[in-house]
Structure formats: C-alpha cells, structure tokens
C-alpha cells in the first residue's frame, strides 16, 4: 500500500482530532464491540475455518511527545483452553513479532494485506512463540518495556509505530486473542492520544444474535477518495453487513459465503470525506451460526488499502439528515 503523498494533510489533522484519553489502544476497542482477534495454524492451508492468510498485522501509533516506556499486552497468547478454537485435538503454535526501526510501516510491502515479500521489516524488537500452556489460559502476557523512540517515527502521523505480527506457524487450531499497550506491565493503563490500526481484519463475530452484540469497524476515508471497494471473506451469509455514515442511515451490503470472497463498490459522498465510516455487521436471526471467524479490507480507487482504527477517527459516525425548508405556499 503506497500512502497517496495529496491526502496526508487532512488524514494528520483528523488524526491528531481524536480526544486525549481515549482508550485508543486495545484491540479490539470498546467501541468496535468485537469480542476477539483470531489466527490459525497454518497447516493444511484450510481456510474455510475463517481465516484467509494465517497471519494478521497490527500497528500501535504512539504520540510523538509520549516519552515514557510502555508495554504491549496479549490477552490468552496461547492455544488451548477455554476461549480457543479446536480443530481435531490441540497441535497449534502461535509466534507474536513485535518490530520498531526503520521501515517497520513505512516498507510497501509491511502495510499491505498478504504475509509475503518483507511484511516484517523493521528491526526486531521481541518475540515469542505459544503453543498450549494453561498457566496463559484467559490472561495476560506482557512484553517490554519498550522506548517510543525505538518505533519508526512517521512525520505525517507524529507518531512512533510499532508494529505486532500474529502468524499461526503449525498446527490447524484457531487462536483468539486480544491486544493492548499500557503504561504498566500488570494492568491495561492507557497512553492519551494513542491508537491502534491494521489494514485487513480478522476476527470472531459473537456467539448471539440478539442486536445489543453488533459489531462494528471503523475505516478512515481520505481526501482524494472517489469510492471504495470492500471485499470481505467467509462470512457464512451470517446476517447483514450495514454502513452507516454522517451522510449515510444504512446502506446494505452483500455478504460472502463459506470460504468465498465477496467484493462490492460504495461510491464516497462529500460529507464521508475526513470521517470514519461505521460498518457494522448483524447476526443472522434464527439458526445461530456459531463461532464465525470472518476476514474484511477496503480499498480507495486507487486499490491503495484502507486503515481501520480501533477508536475510530473523528468519533463515532452518526447519521445527520439533512432537512430540506420547503417554501409555505
């Protein structure tokens, strides 16, 4: 993904809008109403389980002024246990990569949506591999601390980025998972103005269909962003995909079936322009589809990828209808 040189002014002004305090940097955030990430083992290359590549990228972007160190969180690293996803019996390991340096975002190849070429540059900063380990069932494992300087400083952002990779290296379990950055190693402390953004998703839809468990994501559309194409994978014609915008009550998009893509093509209003969009997807009523693990990316017309962000930039959309004065006869 090459960043369009014309849209950066308006992407850093939005950027740096999102209130201080925000509890930007769990992933998912409290706002996209997600209940985990999941990866799976790459063995057997089964992808109809929901999971495309067997691999997800994730980027924290730490303020430029945030000095301090910090540490970055993973909720129940391990497969096994309660929360996973069993395939047969438990043979999965799970490597996290945490990279800083030069080129960790900034790389072509390291923003984009497949784990190929060099989607891990930068230089390596810590990593670990989990297989079963009950002791990490349901908890935290914390790595660092970490200095911001050692991020790739992105002038446009004003920002330090890090970057964490999640790759399934063996077996054919699926690992879910969350993420966090913190002030402290021992709690989730949050760091004012940071968040955090990946360029595809992939993620566990709710085991419920009641309408207090939609899920929503959040994608930033540019200046410059004439319409955008939306492909999203194995979504087991689960229910309904919904946009919802300032411009926008809810527009009806089409959802994939099992282990099939499906793209669709949004034209961007005016009034979408510098704004976060709000997809949102429904459970399917009736027969409960359970454990669905789905795969989604956009991209502008110049098939350059889209960030979703965990706190949505420049808030969450709400719809503004606009009211027409009718002359009184």
Sequence with gaps: MKVTRKILPLFLFILYAVPAGMNAQEVPGPDENIPFLITFGKEGGVTSWGDDDFSQTFFFALPKDYKDPFYIRVYDPDTGGKTDELNNFWNTRMMYSIYGGKGCYTHEEANGISPTGNYKSGTLLATRTF????????????????????GEYYPKFLSNI???????ISG?????????????PDANVPIDGANAFTYEYTFRMWNNNDTSFVSHIYPFIDSGCVYIQMRNFDWDDDGDFIVVSVERKGQVMPLSGDDVWE???????EGEIGKSLDFRFYKKKGDLVRNNNVVISVQNQYGE?????SAPIG???VYKPRIKVVPKK
């Design 162 to 168: 890090f970057k964490i990779v999640c790759d399934g």
């Design 131 to 150: 297989g079963m380990d009950n002791k990490l069932d349901e908890r935290w494992y914390t790595f660092g601390p970490f200095n911001p300087a050692d």
């Design 263 to 269: 793209t669709s093509r949004m034209p961007i209003l």
């Design 315 to 317: 808030g969450v959309p």
């Design 305 to 309: 990828n889209l960030p979703f962000f």
């Design 172 to 184: 054919d379990d699926g690992n879910l998972y969350r993420y966090a950055i913190s002030r402290r």
